[in-house]
């Protein structure tokens, strides 16, 4: 699991295809077999289709170069009532004034735990 905040982009698609990429260059240095989740459908259609996305040509370039570096590379669609743990990752790292990143398989105790549902 892993969280980044991010400046703000000209669009939360623009916002979504970024923490993508973000996302892929980090998991790489643990294992090129990577599954990954969105709750974002067209995040999703992108990949498949990069061609029919011109406006975000340059973005969709550095996920496909991405993606051949992966042995078992997946992205799959998540309900965001069922990714709430991740949703909780986000907006906390959004909440944060200075740059911050984190990948680990545990919570960080300067992190809240997320509300129990």
Same mark, same amino acid.
Request: hydrophobic residues 40%; contains cysteine; proline residues 4%.
């Given at each position: 699991?892993?969280?980044?905040? #991010?400046?703000?982009?000209?669009?939360?698609?623009?916002?979504?295809?970024? =923490? !993508?990429? /973000?996302?892929?260059?980090?998991? !790489? +240095?643990?294992?090129? &077999?990577?599954?990954?989740?969105? *709750? &974002?459908?067209?995040?999703?259609?992108?990949?498949?289709?990069?061609? *029919? /996305? %011109?406006?975000? =040509?340059?973005? %969709?370039?550095?996920?496909?170069? !991405?993606?051949? &570096?992966?042995? *078992? #590379?997946?992205?799959?669609?998540? !309900? @965001?009532?069922?990714?709430?743990?991740?949703?909780?990752? =986000?907006?906390?790292? @959004?909440?944060?004034?200075?740059? %911050? +990143? #984190?990948?680990?398989?545990?919570?960080?105790? /300067? %992190?809240?735990?997320?509300?129990?549902?």
């Amino acid at each position: 699991m892993g969280t980044r905040n #991010f400046t703000r982009r000209e669009s939360t698609l623009h916002s979504e295809v970024e =923490a !993508l990429r /973000w996302a892929m260059e980090n998991m !790489l +240095q643990h294992s090129t &077999c990577q599954s990954f989740g969105t *709750d &974002c459908k067209e995040l999703i259609a992108m990949i498949k289709k990069p061609h *029919d /996305w %011109l406006s975000f =040509a340059t973005e %969709l370039e550095r996920i496909e170069t !991405l993606q051949i &570096c992966f042995t *078992d #590379f997946n992205i799959i669609y998540v !309900l @965001r009532a069922r990714n709430q743990f991740s949703d909780f990752l =986000a907006k906390t790292a @959004r909440s944060f004034h200075r740059e %911050l +990143q #984190f990948i680990g398989y545990s919570i960080p105790v /300067w %992190l809240p735990r997320p509300p129990q549902a």
